[in-house]
T-cell receptor
């Protein structure tokens, strides 16, 4: 699976959009981009994933660049409860489904 | 729907003791994984399974054994506990090749 690079930390004002970047310059054509978050020491929680098209769900939007070498997770109206560690991972959608590799993620702090 | 259940939630072991961390999922997922998370770090993959009877090693498999006799259960065995195995252990299951991973709430293990 391709390696990802994320900034170690970011701040965001409550009510504003949080834009979390992820670099995956070695991504292959059949690798998906996934985002998870971990609040305190709970188990990670799935947010969203995509292959090459932008995706949106009730939690967030995922913007993937045309060359697929980077992506951005957007939390449109961040709240204090969105303070968490956010992980960007890439993996092939086959039997490697159970083999996701997590990096250190980005610690997002939402401030009042 | 319980999702992914890990037991115990907390455990203290003495060096050299053995134990089994239990993981069960009730979603009929094919893929299951074990991760460890050391303080301030991301998740590292220990072992994973693509189905009953099939397991493989992840990034940090030494000192751990797994088996997958049923779809539902994926226990992690510590053969001879060491202080370096003090960590939080997370189990995850994934429904299909591009599906999201569901995580348990973790087992906090301390080896003294």
């Amino acid at each position: 699976d391709a390696k990802t690079t994320q900034p170690p930390s970011m701040d965001c004002a409550e009510g504003r959009a949080a834009n979390l970047p992820c670099n995956h310059s070695t991504i292959s054509g059949n690798e998906y981009v996934y985002w998870y978050r971990q609040i305190h020491s709970q188990g990670p929680q799935y947010i969203i994933h995509g292959l090459k098209n932008n995706e949106t769900n009730e939690m967030a939007s995922l913007i993937i660049t045309e060359d697929r070498k980077s992506s951005t997770l957007i939390l449109p109206h961040a709240t204090l409860r969105d303070t968490a560690v956010y992980y960007c991972i890439v993996r092939v959608g086959d039997t490697n489904a159970g083999k996701s590799t997590f990096g250190d993620g980005t610690t997002l702090t939402v401030k009042p | 729907n319980a999702g992914v259940t890990q037991t115990p939630k907390f455990q203290v072991l003495k060096t050299g003791q053995s134990m089994t961390l239990q993981c069960a999922q009730d979603m009929n997922h094919e893929y299951m994984s074990w991760y460890r998370q050391d303080p301030g770090m991301g998740l590292r993959l220990i072992h994973y399974s693509v189905g009953a009877g099939i397991t493989d090693q992840g990034e940090v498999p030494n000192g751990y054994n797994v088996s997958r006799s049923t779809t539902e259960d994926f226990p992690l065995r510590l053969l001879s506990a060491a202080p370096s195995q003090t960590s939080v252990y997370f189990c995850a299951s994934t429904s299909w090749s591009v599906g999201e991973a569901f995580f348990g709430q973790g087992t906090r293990l301390t080896v003294v």
